[in-house]
């Protein structure tokens, strides 16, 4: 039988809770995504629910269009990996995408590395270390109410602390969505040319709204 899903919406129409058989993401397959589609596409923003082996299809199709690719872990659980992530992980994985955007312990999870949250500023700056795990791929590692700490392909680095400055517990509304909120404004910027500070600033401000909102997506980054 095909999956099924139940959702719940609010008045206003915005999802409350759902019920979903997840094992539908076993059947995604790269064939899902059209040649035309890909060839169109700015930019392509993979997660780590996609299955390993159509995951690096996907990529590959992605590369050799020119097509910039985004890899969002989506959970330390994912970078972890069972048996048919292994392979994957263990070929340098971050260094096939773009860009990505861990936190620090999916980070450290992907990359098998043993260290806390502030020891990620001195690692990035490793040098050949670093450039051997992550060479050509553009390092957002996101870190709260620290900010984004971020690296790019050209071993430049650089530190986005959240606008206005850290919210306080009784300013955050809702963040469900947030971490979502900040890809879709970096993606927003950065295919349109915005430098890569510029971009990760820009997914700061739609990261902060979002935790303002009682909606995952607040209505100003709807329009």
């Given at each position: 039988p095909p999956p099924r899903s139940v959702g719940f919406f609010d008045g206003g129409g915005q999802p409350v809770a759902g019920v979903a058989d997840m094992n539908v993401l076993e059947r995604l397959t790269s064939t899902m995504l059209p040649d035309g589609l890909l060839a169109g596409a700015d930019m392509i923003v993979f997660d780590g629910n996609i299955p390993p082996s159509q995951l690096s299809l996907m990529l590959r199709r992605a590369r050799a269009t020119g097509v910039k690719t985004l890899f969002e872990p989506t959970s330390v659980a994912k970078c972890r990996g069972g048996v048919e992530w292994r392979p994957f992980l263990q070929a340098d994985c971050l260094m096939q995408f773009d860009y990505a955007t861990p936190n620090v312990e999916e980070l450290t999870e992907m990359l098998r590395l043993t260290m806390g949250e502030d020891d990620v500023a001195q690692w990035l700056e490793g040098g050949p270390s670093v450039e051997?795990?992550?060479?050509?791929?553009?390092?957002?590692?996101?870190?709260?109410?620290?900010?984004?700490?971020?690296?790019?392909?050209?071993?430049?680095?650089?530190?986005?602390?959240?606008?206005?400055?850290?919210?306080?517990?009784?300013?955050?509304?809702?963040?469900?969505?947030?971490?979502?909120?900040?890809?879709?404004?970096?993606?927003?910027?950065?295919?349109?040319?915005?430098?890569?500070?510029?971009?990760?600033?820009?997914?700061?401000?739609?990261?902060?709204?979002?935790?303002?909102?009682?909606?995952?997506?607040?209505?100003?980054?709807e329009e």
């Open positions: 051997g795990k992550v060479n050509g791929c553009s390092l957002l590692v996101t870190r709260g109410s620290a900010g984004v700490l971020w690296r790019s392909n050209d071993g430049s680095m650089g530190l986005e602390p959240p606008p206005g400055g850290p919210l306080g517990g009784r300013d955050v509304v809702n963040a469900t969505g947030c971490g979502d909120c900040f890809v879709a404004g970096f993606v927003h910027a950065a295919v349109r040319g915005t430098p890569l500070a510029e971009s990760v600033a820009f997914g700061q401000r739609c990261a902060r709204a979002s935790l303002g909102s009682e909606k995952a997506v607040p209505e100003e980054l």
